[in-house]
């Protein structure tokens, strides 16, 4: 019999960043600046929540986002996700 990890406050919160459409516009940027894409390229609005909980998955090296809840590293690397986003949050608010 195999266990089952169960999802706790970091999985709801992956799942949470998932659904946030701005996340998914980050992504957007993020995958047009690491490939030089224009938005022509690469439209704002590609990213789907499929697309963030693959992100998050691969990122943090799990295969679902309920390992994140028992694995440190995972943890720190959405914690480190998040961080990146809420700066690009506060950068565009900024003029110039």
């Not at 980050?26 to 030089?36: E, S, T």
């Not at 697309?51 to 480190?80: K, P, Y």
Request: glycine letters at 8%.
């Amino acid at each position: 019999m195999t266990s089952t990890l169960k999802g706790g406050p970091q999985s709801k919160r992956a799942a949470a960043v998932g659904r946030n459409p701005r996340f998914r516009l980050y992504l957007d940027y993020r995958r047009r600046r690491a490939n030089g894409l224009s938005t022509s390229q690469l439209p704002d609005g590609t990213h789907s929540e499929q697309d963030v909980a693959d992100f998050i998955r691969s990122a943090c090296s799990v295969s679902s986002r309920a390992e994140i809840d028992h694995n440190d590293r995972a943890r720190a690397m959405l914690d480190r996700i998040v961080a990146d986003y809420q700066r690009w949050e506060r950068q565009q608010g900024r003029v110039g």
